[in-house]
């Protein structure tokens, strides 16, 4: 069978499942397009290419499975960049797909001529520069094997023109690229961490993005159970333990309650599982947890050591791992240590203040749980909108909470929210933003609308860039530089001149029957909802702190 | 001067590779003294030797170093490996 290069770059994506990609066409990677009108992949065009990378992500994050971005070259590339460099590091399996200049005009400064392998080099797990039409047939495969596998991240694929029109005979098609078996633990590792936590007083499990990457939530949560362990979550993992449970004590670090930070201090064995010791979440290394022996399980072994050195460490599958230890160690109680638990979280848990009015976010983010029910994907932006969901939202299932942790990129909400909508329309897509972070990609407001999609967007609307104020406030002598709260934007108008619905609780005489209303009206609905500007996040550990040094709240 | 260390890297023959060994050296701030590649006598496969610095930091470099594709082995040798030594009088000259 005779094909063109584009063709076949376009059959070997069919034939690793990949059913829609977002993209936008250009120049360099018109052949591709032209080949996707004889394809069944659904093709999303967005209005500007980092919503693409920022879909492909949303599609990933939800399914698991590796998604797919097309971009032509030169500008179209480098608008990919920001969300490839926010898949690395937060080990999301996104396939970055770039046309190129024509072999021929590499290196001559040709019209949207970009050195696009020397851009995505530092920022993908791998990345390549297609030299012939022969290598397609390795190189595709090979990159959704990358993606998948062991840790996922990026893969960038540059095209150039001439290959993607090239003629080639095809007899025998590849196999699709999977994800190669991982590492598995010894019986001599499984027989350490049994000790060693049989050995422990006060053991407590910090609870990393490895676990969702490994699909081991459940057994994680039961091994918790099983040996009544308490756990402690990373900003990225916070929807492994469903919010109530008794043994969760939510996200740990710069936000985390005073609970995990005492906790923390006070335990003398810490299981580190599928994470990687971010700053954000240890406060001042070498202050953290400074009682405790460190066991560290993650599939990527550069992590072992990189920033806390483990007392014993397993370079293998986690989900292995726990079922093991769930096969071989008998359930215990340890009655005092969970006591002190429960006490510490009833007694520094964050209140949601009574009166429910909707300007308190804690109220809003409640409310809005309690009306969209549990079969929601929940995302949000950048800033304090983003950190008062991650401490209250009552996520009830792995891969529901969709949030950019290790770049922390403004607007990632509307494209990743749009990504998951389409991966899986019969839920809600629930975006938290705030209006500094909306602007960055409203125009996929468009492409949502264009679509149909099940978005509810609630716009925190604070009239600032609130998380810098919050620091210019607290670290800065008050002094705001910057920070936007003369923001006079209209967002339910600007939704409705898009072809959303928009709902403006400012103007709402009933605020919580206009938002009832709004989260259940069909299709795409902003809901802008004006919160006290003072409204600050707290606790907050000072960047460079030890997280025992937060701060509970303004001292006025 | 400080301790030194000769790493030799079996890597995919293609272009990229020395893109992707340099470009991690750079981005992670690791010091690379000197830098040896050439195809092996299988095209398919290169040698790279570098020449880096000994500290706490070696392992992790190597670690790094081995998560990129294109690498396929790592050796580590002390820094009198014969290697650099006999290459000098090409750079005193
Ligand atoms: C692309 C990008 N630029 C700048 C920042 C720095 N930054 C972090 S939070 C924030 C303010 C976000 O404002 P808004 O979206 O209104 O959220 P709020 O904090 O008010 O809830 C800024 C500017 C960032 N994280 N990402
Ligand atoms: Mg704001």
């Known amino acids: 069978m005779k094909i063109s290069g584009a063709q076949l770059i376009i059959k070997l994506l069919e034939r690793q499942g990949i059913t829609q990609i977002a993209g936008m066409p250009g120049g360099a990677n018109l052949p591709m397009y ?17 919503s693409a990378g920022f879909i492909a992500q949303g599609i990933a994050r939800v399914t698991g499975k590796a998604a797919v971005c097309f971009a032509s070259s030169g500008p179209a590339a480098t608008n990919l960049i920001t969300a490839i460099a926010d898949a690395k590091l937060d080990s999301i399996p996104v396939v970055a797909i770039t046309g190129q200049v024509p072999s021929a005009m590499l290196g001559t400064d040709a019209f949207q001529e970009i050195d696009t392998f020397g851009l995505m080099l530092p920022i993908t797990k791998h990345n390549y520069l297609v030299h012939s039409i022969e290598e397609l047939l390795e190189v595709i495969p090979e990159a959704f094997s990358i993606a998948l596998s062991g840790r996922p991240g990026p893969v960038a694929i540059d095209i150039p023109k001439d290959i993607q029109n090239q003629m080639i005979d095809i007899q025998q098609w590849p196999e699709p690229g999977t994800a190669a078996p991982l590492a598995q633990p010894s019986s001599a590792d499984i027989k350490q961490i049994k000790q060693m936590i049989e050995s422990a007083q006060r053991p ?8 969702i990457n490994a699909d081991a939530s459940e057994q994680l949560v039961q091994l918790a159970e099983q040996l009544d362990i308490p756990a402690v979550t990373t900003f990225l993992a916070l929807s492994v333990f469903p919010h109530s449970h008794p043994l969760n004590m939510g996200m740990l670090g710069m936000h985390g309650t005073k609970a995990t930070s005492i906790a923390l201090e006070e335990c003398d064995l810490l299981i580190g599982a599928g994470v990687r010791f971010d700053d954000r979440a240890t406060g001042k290394i070498s202050e953290f947890c400074p009682q405790a022996s460190v066991i560290h399980i993650d599939i990527d072994k550069s992590e072992i050591g990189k920033l806390k050195i483990p007392t014993f460490a397993v370079n293998a599958d986690i989900g292995s791992t726990l079922r093991e230890l769930l096969q071989l160690m008998p359930s215990d109680n340890r009655i005092e240590w969970h006591a002190r638990i429960q006490y510490l979280k009833a007694k520094h848990a964050i209140i949601t203040p009574a009166h429910g009015r909707l300007s308190n976010p804690y109220c809003l983010l409640q409310q809005v749980a309690e009306i969209a029910g549990e079969n ?3 995302h949000t932006d950048v800033g304090q909108h983003q950190m008062w969901t991650a401490q209250v939202y009552p996520f ?18 509307l494209p990743a929210a749009i990504g998951s909508a389409l991966a899986e329309p019969e839920r809600m897509s629930l975006l938290f933003s705030g209006d500094g972070s909306i602007l960055i990609n409203i125009q996929e407001l468009d492409t949502a609308v264009e679509h149909n999609l099940n978005l509810k967007i609630v716009l925190l609307n604070n009239r600032s860039l609130g998380l810098v104020r919050q620091q210019q406030t607290l670290f800065f002598k008050g002094n705001l530089s910057a920070i936007n709260n003369r923001n006079a934007v209209n967002y339910a108008a600007v939704a409705q001149a898009m072809g959303a619905s928009g709902f403006d609780l400012a103007t709402a005489a009933d605020p919580q029957a206009t938002l009832q209303q709004a989260l259940n009206t069909p299709g795409v609905v902003l809901i802008n909802v004006p919160i006290d500007e003072n409204e600050m996040v707290f606790p907050m550990v000072p960047p460079g702190a030890a997280n025992k040094d937060l701060i509970e709240q303004q001292a006025c | 001067m400080s301790k030194r260390a000769v790493l030799e890297l079996k890597v995919r023959n293609h272009p990229g590779t020395m893109s992707h060994v340099c470009g991690l050296f750079a981005r992670r701030s690791y010091n690379m003294e000197g830098i040896l590649c050439m195809p092996m006598a299988d095209k398919k496969f290169s040698k790279i030797w570098l020449l880096v610095d000994e500290d706490k930091r070696l392992e992790q470099v190597i670690l790094q170093t081995n998560k990129l594709i294109d690498v396929l082995a790592i050796t580590e040798h002390a820094a009198s490996h014969e ?7 090409f750079f005193n000259s």
Not at chain 1, 204 to 211: F, N, Q, S, T
Not at chain 1, 396 to 412: E, F, K
């Open chain 1, 34 to 50: 032209d080949a996707l009108l004889d394809s069944d992949i659904k093709h999303v065009l967005v209005r500007h290419e980092q």
């Open chain 1, 204 to 211: 407590m499990l910090m609870v990393g993005a490895g676990v």
């Open chain 1, 376 to 378: 929601t994907n929940v």
């Open chain 1, 396 to 413: 009830n299932r792995p891969r529901q909470w969709s949030s950019s942790g290790g770049l922390g990129t403004m607007g990632y909400g």
């Open chain 2, 83 to 89: 290697i650099f030594e006999k290459l000098e009088c």
